[in-house]
């Protein structure tokens, strides 16, 4: 911007003039218009139908060691939604694989299952949960051969008080067995 004729305009008219300049980049982008849904209004809805899955980001991938399944945790910041999505190897995986997106309740942060699309189908190479609001929840993509309830990664638990003095804190934890999942977040 060239700010000849200061004397002219004066300091005010120049401020104005910046301030002109820097307001006209403020503009809705268009990919906010192409979303229908934000935050709350994205919870429990298709990220795909709802177009935000067009800026997706993958927040954290877990890869079987074989690479027979694959889960990502996915966000969109247009939408402020986040879902997970799992892709298998149709020769190598488990005949079963199931999906679920864990999440924290609101307010009181208890786990919960967010949603889960069942069993993939014979033939059917991948799927994706639908959204919660990721303002409101830590959230986590889980992949098992056992069913839509099971948490093959569940909560880390020790124990504080064991049977000897040395032994403590003790991992009470469960082995991970029979799927994989992505870290909280």
């Known amino acids: 911007m060239c ?20 307001f006209q980049g403020i503009t809705a982008s268009p990919a906010a218009a192409e979303s229908d849904c934000f935050r709350d209004t994205c919870s429990g809805k298709d990220p795909i139908a709802m177009g935000c ?14 690479e027979s399944v694959s889960i990502r945790l996915l966000w969109s910041p247009m939408c402020q939604g ?9 020769d190598t995986s488990p005949d079963s694989v199931y999906l679920t ?23 059917v190479a991948g799927a994706y949960t639908k ?24 909560t ?3 124990i504080q008080s064991p049977a000897k003095q040395n032994d403590w ?15 909280w977040m």
């Open 131 to 154: 959204m919660q609001n990721w303002k409101k929840t830590t959230a986590k993509a889980c992949w098992n051969d056992v069913d839509t309830a099971f948490d093959p990664a569940p």
């Open 82 to 90: 986040v879902w997970a999505k799992v892709s298998r190897d149709l």
């Open 53 to 66: 899955d067009k800026d997706a980001e993958i927040l954290q991938q877990a890869t079987m060691p074989d």
């Open 156 to 158: 880390k638990y020790t």
């Open 3 to 22: 700010v000849h004729g200061i004397g002219r305009w004066g300091p005010t008219g120049v401020a104005l003039a910046l301030l002109a300049g820097v």
């Open 101 to 123: 997106l864990w999440t924290t309740r609101d307010p009181d942060g208890g786990v919960q299952a967010g949603d889960s699309p069942g069993a993939l189908g014979s033939g």
């Open 169 to 183: 804190p003790v991992d009470a934890s469960l082995v991970v067995q029979h799927g994989s999942c992505t870290d």
